[in-house]
C-alpha cells in the first residue's frame, strides 16, 4: 500500500489596519475527506465593544469552532463567522478553528477573511490577506499537472530515495515527466468533458451551493430556486437547476455568484450523480 505524504507547512499571513493586525495559521495542503486545525492571532489594539472576524469558505470545506473566545460562531452559506458584543479584553489574543475538507472539495481553494470593528460608531473593516489551500501533499499536487507546484516534487524524489524498494523511485519519474508535460494531462482532461458531452440521452447538469454535515432548511437558499438536498457520502449535498448542457449550467452558476453563492457544476445520467 502506498502511503501518501501530507506536507503540513504552516502559512503565515499577515495583515496590518492601523494598530490592528490578523496572523492567520492555515496548512497548506491537507487530505480529501479529512480534517486539521488552524489558528488566528488578532491583535486588536485599542479595538472594544463590537468586533467581527467573517472567513468566505470555498465551496466542499465545512468550518467548526474549536475556541471562539467567548464569541458567537456560526457557519451559514459557505461564511463563518465570530461575533464579539464585547471584544476579549486582551490586547491580543487567538481563536482555533478546524477544517474539514469533504471528497468534494475545490483545489486550489481560497479563503478571504476580514475583521469588522466600531471606531467613533462608526463601522470600519479590516481585509486579511487571503489564505489558499490545496487538496492532498506534494505528491497528489504533481499528479494535478499544476505548473505551480512543479517545484516541489523535487523533494518528494529524494524522500522516495529512503524507501528501500528502488521500484518506487522509478515509478516517480515518469509521474514527473508526465507533470511537466501539459498536454498529455490536458488531453486526458478534454476527452472526459467530451465522452460527456456527447454520451447518450439521460445526462443533465445541476448547480451545487453548499454541503453540510446537517441538513438545512431550503429556506436558507432565497433566491436560489428550486434546490434539492440529497445525502452523499454522510454530506447533505445542495443543488439547483436542471440542465441538458454544460453551457446552460454555467452560465446559471454566473447567475447565482450575482446572488452571493458559490457553486460548481456537478453531472447526472439517468437521474443519479456521477461526479
Known amino acids: 500500500m502506498k502511503k501518501i505524504l501530507t506536507f503540513f507547512a504552516l502559512s503565515s499571513f499577515y495583515t496590518v489596519f492601523s494598530q490592528i493586525t490578523i496572523n492567520a495559521n492555515f496548512p497548506s495542503n491537507i ?20 468586533a467581527k472576524y467573517q472567513l468566505d469558505v470555498p465551496s466542499g470545506y465545512i468550518i467548526s469552532v474549536v475556541d471562539a473566545k467567548n464569541g458567537n460562531f456560526t457557519f451559514e452559506n459557505q461564511r463563518a463567522k465570530i461575533v464579539w458584543v464585547s471584544v476579549p479584553s486582551e490586547q491580543e489574543f487567538t481563536i482555533k478553528l478546524k477544517i474539514q475538507a469533504n471528497s468534494d472539495a475545490v483545489s486550489p481553494a481560497i479563503f ?14 479590516v481585509e486579511a490577506a487571503p489564505i489558499t489551500i490545496i487538496i492532498g501533499g506534494v505528491t497528489d499536487v504533481a499528479l494535478t499537472n499544476t505548473p505551480v507546484e512543479t517545484k516541489p516534487v523535487e523533494p518528494v524524489v529524494t524522500e522516495t530515495k529512503t524507501t528501500p524498494t528502488p521500484t518506487e523511485t522509478k515509478t516517480i519519474d515518469p509521474v514527473i515527466t508526465e507533470t511537466k508535460t501539459t498536454p498529455v494531462v490536458a488531453k486526458s482532461v478534454e476527452t472526459k468533458t467530451t465522452i460527456t458531452s456527447s454520451d447518450e440521452s439521460g445526462v443533465t447538469f445541476k448547480v451545487q451551493i453548499g454541503a453540510y454535515s446537517s441538513q438545512p432548511s431550503k429556506s436558507k437558499f432565497p ?21 441538458k448542457t454544460k453551457e446552460e449550467a454555467i452560465k446559471y452558476r454566473d447567475e447565482l455568484q450575482s446572488k452571493g453563492y458559490s457553486g460548481f457544476i456537478t453531472r447526472y445520467k439517468d437521474g443519479v450523480r456521477i461526479n
Open 112 to 125: 478571504a477573511q476580514k475583521f469588522y470593528y466600531l471606531e467613533n460608531n462608526e463601522k470600519k473593516e
Open 31 to 50: 487530505n480529501s475527506a479529512s480534517s486539521v486545525e488552524a489558528d488566528v492571532k488578532i491583535v486588536k489594539g485599542s479595538v472594544g465593544n463590537f
Open 223 to 243: 433566491g436560489a430556486g428550486n434546490v434539492s438536498i440529497d445525502l452523499i457520502n454522510g454530506m447533505y449535498k445542495v443543488t439547483t437547476g436542471n440542465f
